[in-house]
């Protein structure tokens, strides 16, 4: 008779592990369901704000200026311009000279 009820036991708590292992993989499964789903809404979500910065910076784009290239303009103007200061140098120089040769005097 203690063997029957051993065995019985053995039956009862078989079918009790059994019935927990199919509840935490019912489990488990609900929870990879629920991320599924997180993972989905965040996809999406990140899709729509790179159509919204893709947007954005088409925009700025469109609104952007020209580059303005004035290098030639300014290469066809260096005739024009006049630095006074080019030959201070030698004016110094000259000064100087001229200065000697009057304290010499």
């Not at 629920?34 to 729509?48: P, T």
């Not at 260096?78 to 000064?95: C, D, E, T, Y």
């Amino acid at each position: 008779m203690a063997f029957a009820a051993s065995v019985a036991a053995i039956g009862v708590l078989g079918t009790i592990g059994a019935t927990t292992a199919i509840v935490g993989a019912t489990g488990a499964g609900v929870a990879n369901a629920v991320q599924a789903g997180k993972n989905k809404k965040n996809s999406r979500l990140a899709a729509a704000a790179a159509r919204r910065e893709a947007k954005r910076l088409k925009m700025l784009e469109s609104m952007r200026q020209p580059v303005i290239d004035q290098s030639n303009k300014i290469r066809a103007m260096k005739n024009q311009v006049f630095n006074p200061n080019a030959n201070l140098g030698v004016a110094m120089k000259a000064s100087e000279i001229q200065m000697k040769k009057l304290i010499k005097l």
